[in-house]
């Protein structure tokens, strides 16, 4: 069964202090995986698709890169509208997304 | 429209009622999914549509949950003998083309609560 494993739960930064979300998974034949970021009363909007290990994308303040068993989601110079919850998810050989529990950033002024 | 949409927005009922939830998807996208997410949890997988085909319903956690698309366009979710265990939001997503890869387009949920 696929598993996705999401740290820290929750993550309080200061505007403009960079830092680092992690997420560790498991799957069966990875075909994909996925960041989403959703904002409260909202669906998880997509932000990135990383198909294989040493793969990295970019958009603005957010960086996400890839490895065999984990993927980092690298916001630099975070502004409090990066305030949100940041869901990463898995596809495999199943048709369907598995999410981890998320990790709810809050950047403050 | 311009993205996913689902009504109701909220839904209260009293246990052991049945409800029935909306979704409407981008036009002319073929995949259509529904996710149920709890209260700070992530979103799990309830069905997969493929047009009006249910290819997948291996998360839907009882047979009183009922998934339909009949004209590869909109779909319900149908929810008989409601329970508190069911209170939830309830996500639909759709994408445009059939793969597990595809980017998800999600609406806004529809939050249920069970009473």
């Known amino acids: 069964e696929d598993q996705v494993t999401q740290s820290p739960e929750a993550l309080r930064l200061q505007e403009g202090e960079s830092s680092s979300l992690n997420c560790s998974y498991t799957v069966s034949g990875l075909r994909g995986l996925f960041w989403y970021r959703q904002d409260p009363g909202k669906g998880p909007e997509f932000l990135f698709t990383?198909?294989?290990a040493g793969e990295e994308k970019e958009k603005e303040r957010l960086k996400a890169t890839l490895t065999k068993k984990e993927s980092f989601l690298h916001i630099t110079a975070p502004k409090p509208e990066d305030s949100a919850t940041y869901l990463c998810?898995?596809?495999?050989?199943?048709?369907?997304?598995?999410f981890g529990t998320g990790t709810r950033l809050q950047v403050t002024l | 429209g311009a993205g996913v949409s689902q009504s109701p927005r909220y839904k209260v009922a009293k246990r052991g009622q049945d409800v029935a939830l909306r979704c409407d998807p981008i036009s002319g996208h073929v995949s259509l999914f529904w996710y149920q997410q709890a209260l700070g949890q992530g979103p799990e997988f309830l069905t997969y549509f493929q047009n009006e085909a249910q290819l997948d319903k291996s998360g839907l956690p009882s047979d009183r949950f009922f998934a339909e698309r009949p004209e590869g366009s909109v779909s319900t979710l149908k929810i008989q003998r409601t329970q508190q265990e069911d209170s939830a939001v309830y996500l639909c997503?759709?994408?445009?083309?059939?793969?597990?890869?595809?980017?998800?387009?999600f609406g806004s949920g529809t939050q249920l609560s069970v009473l």
């Open positions: 990383l198909y294989s």
């Open positions: 997503a759709s994408s445009l083309r059939t793969g597990v890869d595809e980017k998800l387009f």
């Open positions: 998810a898995v596809s495999g050989t199943a048709s369907k997304l598995t």
